[in-house]
């Protein structure tokens, strides 16, 4: 129908409720506000891994003191000085020469810390990509033709980390394995539905999902076994049990579900009916927007419908991806005449929607 309510301004706002609450340098701020850094004897060494290693870097940097390093690795089009640390460029989705050498960086960095020292982890989404640091017998092409057929092939963050976790040395607990003896404490933000800390950036700080028998069960089943590099197939099917992962203090500092509240509260402030699906938004973007248009059906003006959750795209053609563009473009597509103004608006948080220039779109 034809839209006589300009609905853009009301959805932006809730849209940046949602993106303030995941604001990663406030994330950091509340946290230590209520857990201080510990004090370490020796040194306090700061790895920022992810999306949002650079703001949560330069947070955490304001509450260190005494003798401490400071390194963050993000994606290329992030990057950002922070004052007292390196700051290292990534790929991302698909790792590069780039992300190799940040690999070893910050393999090094934990290899030289001591019982005396403790180590700070802040990570963050995208971290797979950003560290590839892959297992002996493959190469950084091989890591990167591994990560095209995950992206490409409809799984879901957890599936594809599992994955990722047997061909890496950081990813699955392999950080706490390089950073012993000294301690690990990681302030953590979720990009992931459920809060798995095993599979945000692929859990450097925590155990694997899985098995590498399990990783390849889970590539047969969806048709991506034979899509693999060579190498990859090799190490999988002769990986062995992962060694115990050593202890880590692991703090969640913001997760989709705090964004989703955040949009709850100020649609409420300004008068809205508020309902928020009982579930999240995941799994295929075509049967995620089939969901959402069965929920806009019965709704009657005002109400704000309100999703949280991470949606999963198949590439087909020269088709680049970017689930949140697709899902507003399946949803304004497919709405029938509900017979007053709507509007639909999908984004990420992070800014980033795939391999795009958007957070995401809106009709």
Same mark, same amino acid.
């Given at each position: 129908m034809t839209q006589t309510t300009d609905l853009r301004p009301d959805a932006r706002r809730l849209f940046d409720a949602a993106v303030t609450a995941a604001d990663p340098a406030l994330a950091v701020r509340r946290q230590l506000a209520l857990t201080p850094l510990p004090q370490a004897t020796g040194r306090t060494v700061l790895i920022a891994v992810g999306k949002a290693a650079p703001a949560m870097l330069a947070e955490a940097l304001r509450h260190v003191s005494g003798p401490h390093e400071a390194l963050a690795v993000t994606h290329h089009e992030n990057t950002m000085p922070v004052p007292g640390a390196r700051v290292l460029n990534a790929g991302h989705p698909v790792p590069d020469a780039a992300g190799a050498a940040a690999g070893q960086a910050v393999m090094e960095l934990l290899d030289g810390c001591g019982p005396e020292d403790q180590v700070i982890a802040l990570i963050s989404g995208g971290g797979s990509s950003l560290l590839p640091a892959p297992v002996a017998g493959m190469t950084l092409a091989d890591k990167a033709a591994v990560n095209q057929v995950l992206l490409s092939g409809g799984l879901d963050i957890v599936l594809m980390n599992l994955v990722r976790q047997q061909l890496s040395q950081l990813k699955g607990g392999g950080f706490l394995r390089r950073a012993a003896p000294a301690p690990v404490t990681a302030f953590i933000l979720s990009d992931v539905i459920g809060d798995d800390l095993r599979a945000i950036a692929s859990g450097p700080t925590v155990g694997p999902i899985g098995t590498a028998a399990e990783a390849r069960e889970m590539l047969e089943a969806h048709g991506l076994w034979d899509k693999l590099p060579v190498a990859a197939q090799e190490a999988l099917a002769a990986a062995r049990a992962p060694e115990p992962v050593p202890e880590a203090t692991n703090i969640m500092v913001g997760s989709n579900g705090q964004? $989703?509240? +955040?949009? #709850?509260?100020?649609?409420? %402030?300004?008068?809205?009916? &508020?309902?928020?699906?009982?579930?999240? /938004?995941? =799994?295929? $973007?075509? +049967?995620? #927007?089939?969901?959402?248009? %069965?929920?806009?059906?019965? &709704?009657?003006?005002?109400?704000?419908? /309100?999703? =949280?959750?991470?949606?999963?795209?198949?590439?087909?053609?020269?088709?680049?991806?970017?689930?949140n563009q697709e899902l507003a473009l399946r949803v304004a597509l497919a709405a029938p005449d509900l017979g007053q103004d709507w509007l639909f608006l999908s984004g990420g948080t992070d800014g980033r929607d795939g391999p795009t220039d958007a957070a995401g779109g809106g009709g």
């Open positions: 964004s $989703v509240a +955040a949009m #709850a509260d100020v649609a409420r %402030a300004e008068g809205w009916d &508020v309902r928020v699906s009982d579930r999240p /938004l995941v =799994g295929d $973007v075509d +049967a995620a #927007a089939q969901e959402v248009l %069965a929920l806009m059906a019965p &709704v009657k003006a005002p109400t704000a419908l /309100l999703f =949280g959750g991470e949606t999963t795209v198949i590439l087909r053609g020269d088709g680049r991806g970017g689930r």
